[in-house]
């Protein structure tokens, strides 16, 4: 199939899970019925994907708080109850992460439970994503290895024992987020890309990694504002990622400053470009998702090309989401008409 659709991955929790319109929501449930709840919201999250249209569904990060700490909070050696206050992304912004204390180690399965629960319940292909070991070592604080390329390497270890076992659960395509890729470029290159060859390791499924300038929150839209009229930071990391073991590559596109001219650097590489803009409530037509796959056609062959969000959606009002997961089905399969 020519431009079939995915999402980079969260999507909005239901306000009866969740608090709505948060990046850091709290829960609204607890105990058995916040472990039910969280598989149910899977299923709504898969169901709406499928009425929309999108090809290879995602879990929609409805059992995670957050992209990186729903992954800590099954690791031990991390400390959750005397967090630090630490600037993260180059000091783009301050938060208070959790300190690592201790060697690393997981106290079982991650995302066995909704892995499992949204296979079952779906026969389109299946993606899970989980945080790049780069992008984790930039979130917490460190009181134990005194290295942050070495406790970056535990953590891909760990990441890489879920991924083998995701697999293992039927997962299609395994993603790791690495938003830190566009602010260490020139770390990336080096232990950046070895770590998540150290993440990736043994795999046979689908293989994917997520760079992006961030979701639409104020920090990082300021931060985009700097950047002058074209963003040229992937010139740096395209290069070695299209040298890498890694399969797919997701970034943002629409209303982006990236010189789509860039795309053309990850030769060899599947292309997951964003069309849906996940900084503005304005709603895509199914029209300009096809004239965005058309004008990066013009740098990607058109079999490597996957139409996809520009970044997650979990901070966003649900009824635009579900309209934007819309836009991107009909956009997608418009494009498929026009540029077969």
């Known amino acids: 199939m020519l431009f079939p659709s995915t999402i ?9 899970l969740a608090e709505p319109n948060k990046l850091w929501p709290q829960w609204r449930l607890q105990g058995d019925d916040l472990i039910q709840g969280k598989l149910d919201a899977t299923l709504l999250a898969v169901k709406l994907q499928e009425d929309a249209g999108i090809d290879i569904v995602g879990d929609g990060e409805m059992s995670r708080q957050h992209f990186v700490h729903g992954f800590l909070e099954f690791v031990d050696g991390i400390d959750f109850a005397h967090k630090v206050e630490m600037g993260i992304r180059a000091d783009r912004y301050k938060a208070m992460v959790p300190v690592v204390r201790g060697n690393l180690m997981l106290k079982g399965r991650v995302h066995r439970e909704e892995a499992r629960h949204a296979r079952a319940h779906t026969k389109r292909q299946l993606k899970i994503t989980l945080p790049g070991p780069m992008t984790i070592s930039d979130t917490i604080a460190d009181a134990h290895y005194g290295d942050k390329v070495k406790m970056a390497m535990a953590f891909a270890d760990l990441l890489n024992k879920e991924a083998r076992a995701l697999q293992a659960d039927g997962v299609d395509v395994i993603q790791f987020d690495e938003p830190a890729f566009n602010v260490f470029m020139d770390e990336v290159p080096g232990w950046g890309i070895e770590a998540l060859h150290r993440a990736i390791d043994g795999l046979a499924c689908l293989t994917a990694v997520h760079i992006c300038y961030g979701y639409g929150i104020k920090a990082n839209i300021d931060w985009k504002n ?3 009229s074209e963003w040229m930071q992937y010139e740096k990391i395209f290069p070695a990622l299209a040298k890498s073991r890694i399969g797919q590559v997701s970034l943002e596109c629409i209303n982006s400053r990236v010189p789509l001219k860039l795309l053309s650097l990850l030769d060899g590489k599947d292309v997951l470009i964003g069309v849906i803009d996940v900084a503005t409530d304005a709603v895509e037509t199914p029209e300009r ?5 058309g004008e990066v056609m ?3 062959p058109k079999q490597r090309i996957v139409a996809c969000t520009n970044c997650g959606m979990a901070p966003m009002r649900r009824d635009i989401a579900e309209a934007k ?12 008409e026009k540029y077969a």
């Open 226 to 228: 700097a950047l002058g």
């Open 325 to 336: 997961l819309i836009a991107l089905g009909a956009g997608a399969k418009l494009a498929r």
């Open 289 to 293: 998702v096809a004239q965005v796959i």
């Open 298 to 300: 013009k740098f990607v």
């Open 8 to 16: 980079a991955g969260s999507l909005p929790k239901p306000s009866w």
